[in-house]
């Protein structure tokens, strides 16, 4: 019994350690996303600005709901299509949709960092 009771404090430990590695990466993507969500409203139709936004979208969506941040793999799934619709249809409409749902998933991961680093012994920024 020991050994399992072993393994899987090893295994939770790791998945920890894996879901803070995550989290951290938030301050850059959302800095990212900030800059890029800047050059949209300076010129709705920037593809390169749209691109690159999808990417992490669809980082974020392809990590967060296995390591449990099903609210935040919901909000970059959304965002991931929304981001794709606007480079295949750069219509108004279309590009008001693609900034909402950015901004999201910006608001719920600055939240989940947020919540990280009040936790006691998180790390300091």
Known sequence: MTVLTDMQA???A??????????????????ELDDHMAALEEAPNTPDALSASAGIAHKVVGVA???GFANLGDLAGKAE?????????????TLLDA???MEGMVAEMDAL???SLCRPGAPSA
Do not use: C, G, K
Not at 14 to 30: G, H, K, S, W
Not at 81 to 93: I, K, Q, R, S, V
């Open 14 to 31: 790791a998945v920890t350690q894996t879901r803070q590695r995550f989290l951290d990466r938030f301050e850059t993507q959302i800095e």
């Open 65 to 67: 709901a296995m390591l």
């Open 99 to 101: 900034f909402d749902a």
């Open 81 to 93: 299509h929304a981001l794709y619709a606007a480079l295949n249809d750069p219509a108004p409409e």
């Open 113 to 115: 960092r947020t919540a």
């Open 10 to 12: 090893s295994f939770d």
